[in-house]
């Protein structure tokens, strides 16, 4: 009898929970216009009913991993009424709500169920036969009558209605199967084969539409039948995901049938549409229902006849009375959610209550559905006209559905001969296992009380499920117990009994429920239905201390007689009557829930086969070399023996698992000396203590060995046996008691099978000897073996034990009940050899260069010795291929007559299909790290092998560790310990992320204050802007520079001749000075923080005010711009900068979706220009995710500056893309491109600047031609017509120049052919002015009428077009160097011919002549002078100085030349060197600057250019400047820039509002992006950065006259991060690291490399071919282009954190940045002889590891350690390892050292095996760091020799006192009782042969040592010579 436990009451958890919810309450929806006038009245009358209901309750349970600790957990889904509650089970027995769902009408079903939601969006061909791959959402699905509803566990639902009434509702692999209701009617019509009378339909993804399922059945000889599932009498049973499979029964003919579930293919489809086409179709009467919304869709179709015999509704498409859902695409009529009326789709946003709107519902005519509360349609009743749900107007032949899922048929029971119809449906149906792996379909007919099961199984070539024949089971119920692979069933007399498949294996006792025959009278009193519920997984109102009945109370009922509890087999015989159980359900992992007769439920858990792993392991061998039904015989007497009822006592597993075993083999275990140990060591239970009678007072012999049985004794001799240096003994039982003569029983189950037992046990006994935590284990098993071993007179085996573990010399028998006669029944297995098959001897052969051969393992058990040899195979066969070198040295057991499951795949195979390294190209490590990949090894499976097996696998680590190839697996970079490149890896699977800590650090100090004092540079990356300038305080410097959230200083100081009014007017005006500052700071400050901050979703970024307000101390009077007159609407442009600059703060790793850009809306209903600014920032970082309808919200409020942010907002988040949508909304607003004879629309000119301009930014780089044709006249627009185009023409002129540029940007070589658009020559004429051309096409016609108020005449207005197209042609021509059209941009060389050029328009010739001849572009003074005329350079500023009469000169001509020219140049090198920080570059534009600086302090020279023309080049230079060093934040601007800021007041009226927007800019610049970004020099870049640092500046902060002020901000697409920002991969934190950076080879230069240290920025990644990682501190990483670029790339990209990991011998540059600790340590240490003393503190100054800190801490402090021996030994271990980079291998030393301890290596011999494979490793060719050059080996060979002579010195002295006892070992003399100590250690040191190997010696004479060399050449001399001494001592 099998003892179940943990019995529990049982009462669901959502009952008790639904209890305190409220339950389903109406949600008031407002604003809702329902043209549904009925609805409501027929809502307050749905739940009136003259019927009772009682409300349903199910639930329903799985199992999941827990989150936190990855056990399994249960879930519960319960439903009752209209709710749901899903529930999972906790810790500590707790359970937990996931979530609960109430919905409108009761809930006739839930499930869990799974969805693929395609990657490519929803597929054109949904019957397609290829799987779709797309992203797995799991989840809830309610079903209600009409319609299910589907809840996504990370969030998120579907609301779906169906064309049907729901009958049930399956779960297929990825979808769902439902089935319909069939009315009375429909059943006694005759079916056909058509989808509108189909019964089964199938879902895939609720945006689908519900499909009609088809069938394919074949028989012998005839085609395969295919059509829809028609047939009313087929009834879905059970349905499973894997394998996938439907189970049916046909209630007409009474059978069931299996079915294959999968996708339908094409042809199939195509058939079952053919068929139909033949069939009776006709137009239906047309018809439209009330309130059904007329359908719009001219393809919409729907399969005709809704029949008046049918009331069923078929799935067919139609689009009336849709309602769009999210995700649903208009215009995709195949792969919308099926809307026929009732199938439309409500929105995941809308509640239920909502959605009663939204959904229309159809009522089939049956009276019981018109009922129901879901349904508020009638269509017409029986008997009427035939209903459609299309237009009257629409004819068109209907098509069907194509169907999605096909049943095809795979079996079906054979018929009965009496038909039960509806009865013989099974009442249950499930999938099982039998212990060896053999899959069963079972049902439960409860009508015969039968459990039918039926073996299947896969054919060979895995294509098709093979069914085999019915098993008959007398049963009432039954339910699987999936972990443990056994079936519970509950016979019809009411008991329950245990089955393996079809195999009985005894009776279960649940022992809280009564054993003899009782009736319902005789149950305890149980928990009512209505109790509270808690307790373990699942509720119960009693402790689990209260249900533990005990089993002696309970025998009593059984019988009298006391029984013997070990012979199960005695249970089977008690006549138990238990018909008090009603039924069994709810399996779950090993639990079930037993139903009594009066609805009490209590739960109960089957217990586990097994405790132990070396007995699970020991199973799975037998199960793999037994026969299978003879290994689930004795896997079921196992069970029954280990969980009897009273459980295992106070006897240990193992020793029951040995008795069990030996007496199924046929042993007497009683006369054993094996088992009858145990039974001396158990023989003192407690319970035979109780029952004892006493005798006396007086002590007994009985008490002393009741004392020496006890767990206190045991655990004293472990504990007192080292310390005492005791030797282990055991006593020795009488032989008398138990070797009395007897036999084996020749007929137990497993006598013939005894060497197939032990072979099997054997390579278990091998598998866990390679598993450091099963030592105990392996000493429980090797009794065994020995037992079975000597009896079977293997001698080699017998020995081979004995030196393992050589307590095992007195554990022989003196008789064995095995006789030569017994030997010769028995059967042998192949694998069955006199060789020990030894994986230690295998590697130390091998390591000898010896060839053993193959070594065998048993699939699925050995994994160990599998992955462990597969490892040394290439190591030892390093020419082989790697399938080659594995197939050399395994060889696989093959299963006894059976194939079992033994998951073995081909590892040759699959590692060929992953990896590259089959031929063996790679070096050995790489090659065996791969491997280990490959096979799932990780470091901690290495830790648990022992260290001489693990040493070439740590070794082969420990070489790929420092040099790692840049192609390998995020797997194998963290086996190697390099987990900052297998982070680096991971960045491929993952989002961009914020830094770490982003949301919880704390801001700046400077930044605690309110939130009205907010300015914006809050959550700057202090740790990056510390540690690159940790130096001074440039960055509180910028950010005092930037901020302008706070009132100005005004400290003035009144003079006593001025009187108060006067004075406060003073104040103003110097506010108002210092305002036009502040206006200009919000520029530069959105280049600072560009991208540095990530807000939450919830919350509404932060805008800091523009404060326009003063404070004058000393009492803080604010002063405002009250008493003075100021521009209007001064701030608007500023505000719009403000708003711009808050929106680019945010990150690209930053959520952001149309809800939260509209959340962002200011309160009140009006727009302001900060949110206008904001709308252009989402567009410029790619965050303006607007759907149309918002757009058209926004652009029809008529706000300018909303519509100029919107419009470049969305044409920079389309760059280049020529996206048709966007390009309609720019062209409404640029009446250029609208129709002549489109309707006039009142356009600001503002707008259409951005409207032209964003028409460049989205067709750039397209060189689109009707584009540039448009833009190209556009340069030169007339005034008019009328009053309009006559205000700031230039800057719509130059803004159509720019994107003519954009559009055509370096495309001007590719344009000459054309002669029809002769772009350059009407470039040339814009700029240079002459005669109008006569207006052509649309043109001509718009501006017939001139303008009102200019007149410009015939010549063009060469003010207005000179500087757009003098930037267009050098935009089109960009680095063409074409000559030509460089001399039309040189300067004039004459005073007459400069007399005609505006001195400006010399700046934009020079800076355009520079883009022509970009190559010959050189960062040096000359080249600038180079663009100046002789005549300029001669008589710039030198009036008064050059007397020259004869050639009149305009010196103030010539010094503004000077200044426009040199600025021209200084713009065209701060462009071509933008973000290179190139020191030439930089020295030259300082010259510059210098220069600039010196004419400003001379008032002469100022006078002679005037002060606005030195006052715009200087800016220029600066912006230049700025630019070369952009993200340096280089010291001296800055502190150019602060000096140029300081000019405000009276004193620098020449300082516009322009001059202190170039200055802000220049100081973001400095710092672009909070110093993670620069600026790159691509084409495209370059196009807009010429946009946004356009040379001329405004006068004042409304003025766009010549150049539209948005368009400052188009920088942020030339913006590149390129901040490398190292972090300890270990602690996080960020870190200084070398770096160094190479450049591609170039015809100027080449091998050019410099060094850096990071954090630091990057040049262009187009410029390096690579970057490394440098340095003795930390691990090297090379990035290389054409390896691993897009690494960098990712790096780059995702906050430029690259992950490094410090070497374990070096403190960070932070702890100490010149090596001064560590030098200083090395040098203290120098002398080798001090290591045996170092001290805590030393390797401190080598290490911040925690791990080696908490070491030293602990082990190397002479206060905690009293063994000063091992103290100087790990000292010096610890230093060795620490300081050559292995801290790894510190374990494996103390290993080695405690191993070889005096008193541990006589026990078993394990550490002396391992200490001589770790020789034989570094001894051999096969040593991975050759045996030359130790220092690169993991292990100091001193350290080892140390161990060996230590070890040697012992063995020695042992054999001169001890040479008796080896003499009688080799003569194979009996060893019992004798002291035998250490020799097993010295059998195995010293390879010492068996003494059977001995015996075949024959010598004549005395022996001598060649003549034993020639007998025993495989030995080494010196095992030899001691052979020898031993001989002559015996002699």
């Not at 697996?969 to 297998?982: F, K």
Request: aromatic share 8%; hydrophobic share 35%; charged share 20%.
């Amino acid at each position: 009898m099998i003892a179940a436990c943990f019995t529990q009451d049982f009462v669901p958890f959502g009952r008790e929970y639904s209890r305190r919810h409220p339950g389903t309450f109406q949600l008031q929806v407002q604003n809702t216009v329902s043209a549904e006038h009925g609805v409501p009245l027929l809502k307050s009358f749905r739940d009136i009913s003259i019927q009772e209901h009682n409300k349903k309750e199910q639930w329903l349970f799985h199992q999941i991993p827990h989150e936190v600790n990855q056990d399994l957990c249960d879930e519960e889904l319960y439903f009752s009424g209209n709710t749901v509650v899903w529930s999972k089970g906790g810790q500590n027995g707790t359970r937990s709500i996931v979530k609960t769902f109430t919905v409108d009408t009761p809930v006739v079903q839930a499930l869990w169920s799974n969805f693929i939601l395609p990657a490519s969006g929803i597929p054109e061909d949904i019957a397609g036969f290829s799987p779709q791959a797309g992203e797995l959402q799991s989840g809830v699905c309610v079903v209600e009558s009409g319609s299910i509803s589907f809840f996504i566990e990370k969030g998120g639902e579907y609301n779906i209605a169906l064309p049907f009434q729901v009958a049930s509702t399956w779960m297929i692999e990825n979808g769902l199967l439902f089935e319909r209701t069939v009315s009375p009617t429909e059943i006694a019509t005759g079916k056909r084969n058509s989808p509108s009378q189909t019964t089964v339909f199938s879902m895939l993804h609720p945006l689908d539409e519900v499909a009609p399922v088809i069938t394919k059945t074949s028989s012998p000889g005839s085609c395969p039948k295919i059509s829809y599932l028609t047939d009313n009498t087929q009834h879905i049973i059970f349905t499973s995901v894997e394998p996938s499979l439907v189970f049916t029964y046909d209630t007409m003919v009474g059978v069931h049938s299996a079915w294959r579930v999968r996708k339908a293919r094409l042809d199939e489809c195509n058939t079952v549409c053919g068929l139909m086409e033949n069939s009776f179709y006709h137009p239906a009467a047309m018809a439209t229902p009330m309130g059904m919304n007329q359908s719009s869709s001219s393809h919409s179709r729907f399969i005709g006849s809704l029949s008046a015999q049918s009331p069923s509704i078929s799935p067919m498409r139609s689009f009336s009375g849709r309602v769009s859902s999210p995700g649903i695409i208009p215009g995709r009529s195949q792969s919308l959610s099926p809307a026929v009326g009732s199938m439309a789709a409500v929105s995941r946003s809308q509640s239920p209550a909502m959605g009663l709107n939204s959904m229309h519902r159809l009522l089939s005519p049956s009276p019981s559905v018109a009922r129901s509360p879901g349904n508020y349609f009638r269509t017409p009743p029986v008997g009427s006209h035939n209903v459609s749900l299309i237009n009257e107007s629409y004819t068109d032949w209907v098509e069907p559905l194509k169907p999605e899922v096909c049943f095809e048929h795979l079996w079906t029971e054979p018929a009965p001969a009496i038909r039960d119809g509806s009865l013989g449906k099974s009442s249950k149906a499930f999938l099982t296992r039998d212990l060896c792996g053999q899959q069963y379909l079972c049902y439960v007919i409860s009508y015969r009380q039968q459990l039918r099961c039926v073996k299947f199984e896969e054919s060979n070539d895995l294509s098709q499920l093979i069914f085999g024949t019915v098993a008959v089971i007398p049963a009432k119920d039954a339910v699987p117990i999936e972990s443990l692979d056994l079936l519970v069933l509950l016979d019809p007399t009411g008991g329950l009994w245990v089955y393996s498949g079809t195999t009985k294996i005894n009776r279960l006792h649940v022992p809280t429920l009564p054993l003899g025959s009782g009736s319902l009278s005789m149950l305890r009193t149980t928990t009512p239905i209505n109790s509270p519920s808690r307790g373990g997984y699942f509720t119960s109102s009693r402790p689990p201390s209260a249900m533990e009945a005990g089993f002696d109370e309970e025998m009593t009922q059984m019988s009298p007689v006391p029984t013997e509890l070990e012979d199960s087999s005695q249970f089977d015989e008690f006549p138990v009557q238990s018909s008090f159980i009603q039924g069994i359900k709810d399996n779950v992992g090993a639990r079930f829930t037993i139903e009594l007769m009066n609805n009490h439920l209590c739960r109960t858990t089957m217990p586990a086969i097994t405790s132990s792993p070396g007995i699970e392991m020991c199973l799975q061998a037998l199960k793999h070399m037994l026969p299978k039904d003879l290994a689930i015989s004795i896997l079921g007497k196992w069970y029954t023996m280990r969980n009897t009822p009273g459980g295992l006592g106070n006897q240990s597993e193992w020793s029951l698992f040995s008795k069990c075993l030996l007496s199924m083999m046929g042993y007497d275990t009683t006369r054993l000396a094996l088992t009858n140990q145990h039974e001396l060591d158990t023989s003192m239970s407690p319970v035979v203590a109780v029952k004892r009678p006493k005798q006396s007072d007086q002590g007994s012999d009985d008490d002393w060995e009741g004392l020496l049985s006890s767990t206190h004794h045991q655990y004293t001799i472990q504990c007192m046996e080292p310390v005492l240096g005791l030797t282990h003994c055991t006593a020795i039982p009488d032989a008398s008691s138990y070797s009395k003569p007897c036999a084996i029983n020749t007929n137990a189950t497993l006598f013939p099978h005894i060497p197939a037992v032990m072979m099997g046990l054997h390579l278990v006994y091998e598998e866990m000897k390679l598993n450091t935590l099963l030592t105990e284990d392996v000493e429980k098993l090797v009794p065994i073996l020995y037992q079975i071993a000597s009896d079977l007179k293997c001698s080699n085996y017998t020995d081979y034990y004995c030196r393992d573990f050589q307590q095992l010399f007195d554990a022989v028998d003196d008789v064995s009940q095995i006789t030569e006669d017994h030997l010769h029944k028995m059967v042998y297995p192949g694998v069955f050899t006199q060789f020990v098959p030894s994986v230690l001897q295998w590697l130390q052969s091998n390591l000898r260069g010896d060839d053993p051969g193959s070594l065998p393992y048993i699939p699925g058990v050995c994994n160990n010795i599998k992955n462990v040899i597969s490892l040394y195979a290439l190591l030892l066969k390093r020419d082989l291929a790697t399938e080659q070198a594995i197939d050399k040295c395994l060889r696989r057991v093959a299963p006894a007559g059976h194939r079992a499951p033994t998951c073995d795949l081909s590892m040759s195979r699959s590692f060929s299909r992953s990896f590259s390294i089959c031929v063996p190209s790679a070096s050995v490590p790489e090659r065996i790290v791969l491997y280990m990949t490959e096979i799932g090894m990780t470091y901690q499976d290495l830790e648990y092998l022992p260290v001489g097996v693990s040493l070439p696998l740590r070794e082969a680590i420990f070489h790929c560790r420092c040099n790692a190839p840049s192609d390998w697996t995020e797997q194998a970079y963290t086996l190697i310990g390099r987990q900052d490149l297998s982070q680096l890896l991971g960045m491929e699977n993952k989002k961009p992320q914020a830094p770490p800590g982003i949301y919880t650090k704390q801001p700046h100090p400077q930044s605690k204050r309110s939130k009205d004092e907010e300015d914006g540079m809050e959550h700057m990356d202090e740790e990056l802007l510390r540690l690159r300038f940790s130096d001074d305080l440039r960055v509180q410097e910028v950010r005092r520079l930037l901020q302008s959230s706070r009132p100005a200083r005004i400290a003035l100081v009144q003079r006593p001749e001025v009187s108060d009014h006067d004075f406060i007017e003073e104040q103003e005006k110097h506010l108002y000075s210092i305002c036009i500052r502040t206006m200009a700071l919000p520029v530069g400050r959105g280049m600072f923080t560009l991208s540095t901050y990530h807000p939450l979703p919830t919350e509404a970024i932060p805008i800091p005010k523009l404060c326009l307000t003063g404070k004058a101390p000393p009492r803080n009077a604010t002063v405002d711009l009250t008493h003075i007159d100021t521009p209007a609407n001064m701030s608007a442009w500023p505000q719009f900068h403000n708003g711009v600059a808050a929106g680019l703060r945010i990150a690209n790793s930053s959520q952001v979706d149309t809800t939260w850009i509209i959340y962002n809306k200011p309160k009140s209903n009006e727009f302001t220009n900060e949110y206008a600014g904001f709308l252009m920032a989402l567009g410029l970082n790619g965050h303006l995710n607007l759907n149309t309808l918002n757009i058209h919200d926004y652009l029809s409020k008529g706000h300018e500056m909303i519509t100029v942010g919107l419009l470049l907002g969305m044409a920079a988040a389309k760059r280049g893309t020529m996206d048709l949508a966007t390009m309609k909304l720019l062209s409404i607003h640029v009446p250029a491109l609208l129709p002549p004879t489109s309707t006039e629309l009142n356009v600001p000119h503002n707008v259409q600047v951005a409207g032209v301009l964003g028409v460049g930014l989205v067709y750039q780089g397209t060189a689109h031609r009707h584009t540039a044709e448009v833009l190209l006249s556009e340069i030169g627009r007339p005034p008019g017509p009328e009053m309009e185009n006559c205000n700031d023409r230039e800057s719509y002129s130059l803004a159509a120049g720019m994107a003519l540029g954009l559009v055509m940007f370096g495309r001007g070589s590719e344009i000459v052919g054309t002669p029809d658009l002769s772009m350059a020559d009407t470039l040339y004429h814009f700029m240079v002015g002459g005669h109008k051309r006569p207006l052509s096409g649309p043109n001509k016609e718009r501006y017939k009428s001139p303008s009102c108020q200019i007149k410009e005449g015939d010549s063009v207005n060469v003010d207005v077009t000179s500087p757009g197209a003098t930037l267009a042609l050098g935009m089109l021509y960009f680095k063409t160097n074409n000559s030509a059209v460089a001399e039309w941009l040189i300067a004039s060389d004459t005073q007459f011919m400069l007399d005609h050029v505006r001195p400006d328009f010399l700046m934009l010739r020079t800076l355009s002549r520079g883009l022509v001849m970009w190559d010959s572009v050189i960062p040096t003074f000359q080249w600038l002078t180079g663009n100046l005329p002789p005549i300029i350079q001669k008589y710039a500023f030198t009036q008064g100085q050059v007397q020259d009469d004869d050639t009149p000169v305009d010196f103030e001509t010539m010094s503004q030349a000077y200044c426009n020219i040199v600025g021209g140049g200084c713009m065209v090198i701060g462009l071509k060197f933008a973000g290179t920080a190139n020191k030439q570059a930089f020295d030259t534009l300082k010259e510059c600057m210098r220069m600039s600086l010196e004419i400003v302090s001379c008032p002469s020279h100022v006078e002679q250019a005037g002060k606005i023309t030195v006052e715009n080049t200087m800016m220029s230079i600066l912006l230049a400047l700025a630019m070369v060093m952009s993200g340096t934040g280089n010291l001296e601007i800055l502190r150019m820039c602060r000096m140029l800021r300081a000019r405000v007041g009276p004193h620098s009226l020449g300082v516009m509002y322009g001059s202190h927007m170039a200055i802000s800019m220049s100081l973001g610049l400095l710092f672009l992006g909070g110093g993670r970004y620069s600026l790159k020099t691509t084409a495209d870049s370059i196009a807009v950065m010429l946009c946004a640092f356009y040379p001329k500046f405004p006068i004042h902060s409304n003025d766009n006259r010549y150049h539209l002020q948005a368009l400052r901000h188009l920088y942020v697409m030339a913006a590149d991060p390129r901040l490398v920002l190292p972090r300890d991969v270990d602690t996080g934190h960020p870190c200084y690291v070398p770096m160094e950076v190479k450049f591609k080879d170039t015809d100027v230069y080449r091998n050019v490399s410099f060094s850096t240290s990071a954090p630091c920025l990057l040049p262009e990644l187009d410029i390096i071919e690579e970057v490394k990682i440098t340095g003795p501190r930390y691990w090297p990483i090379t990035f290389h282009l054409n390896k691993n670029w897009n690494n960098l790339q990712l790096v780059l990209q995702n906050n430029g954190t690259l992950y490094v990991k410090q070497r374990a011998g070096h403190l960070s540059y932070v702890e100490d940045p010149k090596g001064y600790r560590s030098m200083l340590a090395k040098s203290l240490t120098s002398d080798h002889s001090s290591h045996s003393s170092v001290k805590p503190d030393v390797v401190k100054a080598f290490t911040s590891d925690p791990r080696l800190l908490a070491l030293t801490e602990y082990f190397l402090n002479t206060k905690n350690m009293k063994d000063v021996d091992f103290l100087q030994i790990l000292s010096s271990i610890v230093y060795e390892c620490v300081t050559k980079e292995k801290p790894e291998s510190i374990p494996s030393y103390v290993d080695l050292h405690q191993s070889l301890d005096r008193t541990q290596f006589g026990k078993r011999t394990g550490g002396v095996c391992q200490l001589k494979l770790v020789l034989s490793y570094y001894g051999s060719r096969f040593c991975l760091g050759g045996r030359e050059e130790t220092s690169e080996q993991l292990m100091k060979l001193e350290f080892l020799m140390a161990l060996k002579s230590k070890l040697e010195n012992i063995l020695d002295r042992w054999q001169t006192d001890n040479m008796d006892l080896l003499v009688k070992y080799l003569q194979g003399e009996v060893l019992k009782g004798q002291e035998t100590s250490h020799l097993s250690a010295y059998l195995c040191w010293f390879e010492i042969p068996t003494p059977t190997q001995i015996s075949k010696v024959i010598v004549e004479g005395a022996p001598t040592l060649p003549v034993l060399c020639a007998n025993l050449p495989q030995l080494s001399v010196g095992t030899v010579m001691r052979i020898l001494t031993a001989w002559q001592a015996a002699v």
